[in-house]
């Protein structure tokens, strides 16, 4: 995501390009721990983790 939106975020100020890409990261980080989780609880929190980032992506 962050290669195929480069173009679209180059014109972005600096701190909204870092935000841009602290969120993709965290947004992955969460989704690997969700579903690499064992057991139903951790894959709980870390799902419902997910959706700050998601939310946070969808509304900027």
């Known amino acids: 995501i962050i290669l195929a939106s480069q173009n679209h975020i180059a ?15 965290s947004l992955q980080f969460f989704l690997i721990l969700a579903f690499g989780a064992t057991e139903i609880i951790i894959f709980y929190v870390m799902f419902e983790a997910t959706l700050i980032p998601t939310l946070i992506l969808i509304t900027r």
């Open 11 to 25: 014109h972005e100020p600096i701190n909204r390009q870092r935000t841009y890409i602290t969120l993709l990261t």
